[in-house]
């Protein structure tokens, strides 16, 4: 088995690519041992010191590690990643669930526009997220601000800011000029 790795915006995360599905669709973020308990590669993958966040994508594994060096870690990430895959393991057992996020809001009234941006989300960003090696959720919208939470690669990364104005927020406000002004991390 081949894992190939890609630097992503953020150096202090790695995007492993194993070569076949990893979640299928969608992300599903694990900061702690606890959160990846349904979630063995996860857990293995945060038990290697220096590994602070995994990311699970559609057809990749993100890794966000603390002050450690890549060196030094790389290899360990790669050999548990392989072990995994080819042992044929199962991803996610029993109730695996990402870790409780805060729930979205919105007005009622806003429904159709919120609609309309969570599409905007799923077709056109999220993919182009995924291909740094992170994800993007939907969190909220009021008074014309889309409120929205990066993860993987993106959170904690230096032009996540960037992308989130001159990116995310200028193709939103192409689309829906009439209700979206402004986008805000969550």
Known sequence: ????????????????????????????????????????????????????????GADFVSVTKNEAEWAHLKPAILGTIMEHFASGAPLLTGEAEPEMEAGEFYDSADE???????????????????????????????DGTVYLAMKG???????????????????LKHFLPQQVKAVEPA
């Open 112 to 142: 159709e526009t919120v609609a309309q941006i969570k599409e905007l989300l799923e077709t056109r960003i999220r993919p182009a997220v995924a291909g740094d090696g992170g994800d993007i959720v939907f969190r909220g919208f009021r």
């Open 1 to 56: 088995m081949f894992i190939q790795t890609e630097a992503t915006p953020n150096p202090a995360t790695l995007k492993f690519i194993p070569g076949q599905n990893v979640l299928g669709q969608g992300a599903m973020e694990f900061r702690s041992l606890d959160a990846a308990a349904h979630a063995p590669l996860a857990q293995a993958l945060l038990s290697i010191e220096g590994v602070e966040t995994v990311l699970y």
């Open 153 to 171: 690669a993106c959170s904690g990364c230096p032009s996540s800011t960037a992308t989130l104005r001159n990116g995310i927020e200028n193709l």
